[in-house]
């Protein structure tokens, strides 16, 4: 047994709660349950009750057992003085308040049904399993899980929309500046992102500006920074590089030791850090107000068509300095815009309009509706248990549901686990 549980019992009532009586005997009706605490002080503020027919305001106190009260101390807290209503899944001790009153007590067990309670200990007792309910996840009803995912999406993006905020208070409001820093990121995908992050942190983005009407030299500063120009390269490419390099290092003083080493272990040649670097150098050098086209664009065509660039003429027949490969154009792919739609676009669309105080939660739904479902181990182990994940909004949902909720038991929070334990 669990607080927790006798939190969610009491704040979703579930229980008999036509016939309540207190320890007292006395007569109890819940005109309202409170707003769940999730600080120090009472679990529950602000509970409405009519106790033997007279009224009552105040706050809710909720133990395993009702001598928790006292090992727990609130006897002396006075944070306590307003408790109405001592709710208890064992009433073991009467609780007075400081004018030797009895505060009402409300023994649980009586009023709980017993397939509640069997649910709730089957859900919480799974041992060795992926998830808790993941023997019973196939029976959840696919409304319940549309609507939650869809929940979950959104919480997703709240979180996301913090890191964003903290980015935009170290940039000092500057949104094509905290833009730039997440495309970096996801630029460089897991292998590469917090390189490509700190490549990106350690160049000031009035020195971006300055330099992009030159892909030339955003591609030195960017390979530069990434300590990619560090070697000896007898290639009049390289060589050009280095120069511009040294450069730019002198004019804007630049400093790239903080900056995380790029990997190209495991990587497809696709994928390598060359070829994604100076696709960002040719996507800045194609358009000067990126942040303010993102904005104004909704259309998922258009988005598509805006990040649909290639690399600088020398990679199309390279993967990586001093080795030369067969002539290929090397664009930036529709999975790939995907993912940047996925962890970068929408996030920042999302916290843009949550800065200016609107909503476009309809908007972006759709968008992400019409993005394929991306492809982990998350998502495939829950489409597993159950086929849930069509779309992207569907496939971020279920990260969020393991990481935020799964993996730290919090099954009374979910809709899905509550949907098991009232069945």
């Known amino acids: 047994m669990q607080e927790d549980f006798l939190h969610y019992v009491w704040q979703h009532k579930k229980m008999d709660i036509v016939h309540l009586k207190t320890s007292q005997y006395e007569t ?55 408790v109405i209503l001592h709710v208890v899944w064992e009433h073991d001790t009467e609780i007075f308040r400081k004018d030797n009153s009895i505060i009402p007590t409300l023994e649980l067990k009586q009023y709980v049904d017993s397939h509640v309670f069997k649910n709730y200990n089957k859900l919480l007792s799974a041992k060795n399993k992926w998830i808790n309910c993941e023997v019973d996840f196939a029976e959840v009803d696919t ?22 905020e903290v980015l935009l208070q170290n940039s000092r409001n500057n949104w094509e500046s905290v833009l730039f820093k997440m495309l970096a990121k996801n630029f460089g995908l897991k292998v590469n992102g917090d390189a490509f992050f700190s490549m990106a942190n350690s160049i000031d983005y009035t020195i971006i500006r300055k330099l992009q009407i030159n892909q030339t ?48 272990f ?7 850090p060359t070829l994604r670097l100076s696709q960002l150098a040719t996507l800045y050098s194609l358009h000067s107000n990126l942040f303010s086209q993102i904005i104004e664009t909704n259309s998922q065509k258009e988005l598509y068509k805006l990040f649909h660039v290639a690399t600088s003429s020398f990679w199309e027949t390279h993967y990586s300095f001093g080795k030369k490969s067969k002539s290929l154009s090397k664009k930036i792919t529709k999975p790939f815009i995907d993912l940047l739609l996925i962890n ?33 181990s998350i998502v495939t182990a829950f489409n597993n248990l159950k086929k849930v994940s069509y779309t992207a909004l569907q496939s971020q949902a279920l990260i969020q549901l393991k990481t935020e909720y799964c993996d730290q038991n919090k099954c009374l929070q979910c809709a899905i686990g509550n949907a098991l334990i009232i069945k």
Do not use: C, M
């Open 143 to 164: 409304f319940i899980l549309e609507s939650w995912l869809e929940r979950l999406y959104i919480e997703r993006l709240e979180r996301k929309s913090q890191t964003i």
């Open 28 to 82: 109890l009706e819940i005109i309202s349950v409170g707003q769940h605490n999730i600080n120090s002080g009472p679990d529950f503020f602000n509970a409405q009750l009519k106790i033997s027919e007279q009224l009552w305001a105040g706050n809710v106190e909720i133990h395993i057992k009702s001598s928790d009260w006292f090992i727990h101390n609130h006897e002396i807290d006075k944070a306590y003085d307003n």
């Open 217 to 264: 030299a955003l591609e030195a500063l960017f390979f530069g920074q990434a300590g990619l120009l560090d070697e000896d390269v007898q290639e009049a490419y390289f060589l050009e590089l280095q120069k511009e390099y040294r450069f730019l290092k002198q004019k804007f003083q630049l400093d790239n030791t903080k900056v995380v080493p790029i990997q190209f």
């Open 266 to 272: 495991r990587l497809r040649p696709q994928n390598f």
């Open 344 to 376: 970068t676009i929408i996030p920042i669309k999302f916290a843009y309009a949550k800065y200016q105080g609107k909503d476009i939660n309809d908007i972006l739904l759709e968008l992400i509706q019409h993005i394929a479902s991306e492809k982990n």
